[in-house]
T-cell receptor
């Protein structure tokens, strides 16, 4: 069974600081997705990473993918309160049909 | 542009009662459709997915069922709800395999 692990599960950081969320997965995949979920809300697509070495950036968030290491990172630069949310990574593979396998989520709180 | 709707937004049901949640997608044809459940403070669990009318794949054994009577309609049902069925139910669509999944607003179900 494909496993997707995120760490940390909970992250409290001060405004203006930098931090990285890690997403490890257990089988070969060339595609990784990052989502954001605000409390009580649905999931919003942030990034799609479709090849080894892919890097995407939007605002203070940057995501990267290393398929050889089976690792994706979501880097937060100069955090602001609006980034407080839960972040999920998800992986799908050719041999598992249409399934996304979601990570456990990282709950981020940015404090003043 | 594509939009995805879910209703109801919130539902409180007694144990043993039936359930019907509806999801519809606008602005696209022949989407892949998905039902997920998210327990409080937890990650997402894929329940069902469908690649076409009448085609349903189930990922976990349970007392829930799904149907796709029309191209852009996906229904989640139960004949008798259990306490453990409480959670946040999310419907999602994608253009196909290896495509980003876009999530609906969700239905919050509380079984008492």
């Amino acid at each position: 069974e494909l496993k997707v692990e995120q760490n940390p599960l909970f992250l409290s950081m001060q405004e203006g600081k930098n931090y990285t969320i890690y997403c490890n997965y257990s089988t070969t995949s060339d595609r990784l997705y990052w989502y954001r979920q605000d409390p009580g809300k649905s999931l919003e697509s942030l990034f799609v990473l479709l090849s080894n070495g892919a890097v995407k950036q939007e605002g203070r968030l940057m995501a990267s993918l290393d398929t050889k290491a089976r690792l994706s990172t979501l880097h937060i630069t100069a955090a602001v309160h609006d980034l407080s949310a839960t972040y999920f990574c998800a992986v799908d593979t050719w041999n598992t049909g249409n399934q996304f396998y979601f990570g456990t989520g990282t709950s981020l709180t940015v404090i003043p | 542009s594509q939009t995805i709707h879910q209703w109801p937004a919130t539902l409180v049901q007694p144990v043993g009662s039936p359930l019907s949640l509806e999801c519809t997608v606008e602005g696209t044809s022949n989407p892949n459709l998905y039902w997920y459940r998210q327990a409080a403070g937890r990650g997402l669990q894929l329940l069902f997915y469908s690649v076409g009318i009448g085609q349903i794949s189930s990922e976990v054994p349970q007392n829930l069922s799904a149907s796709r009577p029309q191209d852009r309609q996906f229904i989640l049902s139960s004949k008798k709800l259990l306490l453990s069925d409480s959670g946040f139910y999310l419907c999602a669509w994608s253009l196909g395999q290896a495509e980003t999944q876009y999530f609906g607003p969700g239905t919050r179900l509380l079984v008492l």
